[in-house]
């Protein structure tokens, strides 16, 4: 058994589609072998990949915050900044990391096609460790870069406002907007395989989309509003009740309940 899975990001994906009779069923397929071979990788594995792609992903808002640092203030500089929201996805894209949110749909497809309550408890193992892993590593990163002397009063501030930004939605806008984010994501995960060599654009342009429409993903905000909970400015049962959980749900419901089940149907239906 191989460790080492492949992502839906994988080379050999763009050729499975073309070999395929119908491209949504070579789309679907490529994922779906991608989701089976990350289904049987062992769990350590799984889990030192999460960690690794909480702290690529945590460069967002490095990215993010840097740029506003030095943005005046005004639409336009939002419109650059958003930019930043990428770097990230870009890092765990090509690393080929394990990330929670592109497991909502890879991981799902192969229980979806065989279901057993088997396929389902190795869903759930894997979502467990990618997610606890992810979230170790934007812990540790948030922390980090707000304890150690590395930020000025100027970059710290807009380091906070990140986070200031997410907290100030209600909890069923946190939920509404992490249902979109999630479906941009499995979104942005269905279109990697036929990308080809666009898979760079196609990640820079559906995060740039989350970030425009600051549709709240449990990942990328976790190192936002974590960063204020370490700096004392926000609570964890904030964190928990306010940000986490109806996060959590959205990108579920998006990226499984809604996007991959809608996929995993037009297949169904065409065979």
Known sequence: ????????????APQ???????????????????GEKELVRTTPALFWSAV???????????????????LP??????????????VGFLVVGLAKQQLFTENTLTAVLPTMTAPSLS?????????????VGNIIGVAFFAYAIQ????????????????????????????FAKGIVAGWIIATMVWLMPAADQAKIWVIIIMTYLVALGEFTHIIVG???????????????????FHFMFPVLAGNVIGGTFIFALIS???IRSDK
């Open 1 to 12: 058994m191989k460790d080492q899975a492949d992502s839906p990001m994988h080379d050999s």
């Open 16 to 34: 499975q589609v073309k070999e395929s009779p119908a491209e949504a069923a070579g789309v679907h397929k490529a994922i779906r072998e991608g």
């Open 52 to 70: 690794a792609a909480g702290l690529s992903i945590s460069f967002s808002m490095v990215t993010i915050g840097l740029l506003r640092t030095h």
């Open 73 to 86: 203030d005004s639409e336009t500089a939002f419109l650059i900044e958003a930019f930043g929201y990428s």
């Open 119 to 131: 396929n389902l408890a190795r869903m759930l193992r894997l979502w467990g460790v990618v997610y």
């Open 147 to 174: 304890a150690l002397p590395i930020l000025d009063p100027q970059t710290h501030e807009a380091f906070l406002s990140l986070g200031k930004d997410v907290l100030a939605n209600t909890v069923g806008e946190m």
């Open 222 to 240: 976790s190192t936002e509003v974590l960063f204020l909970v370490f700096d004392g400015q926000a609570s964890w049962s904030e964190y928990l």
């Open 264 to 266: 995993h149907a037009q």
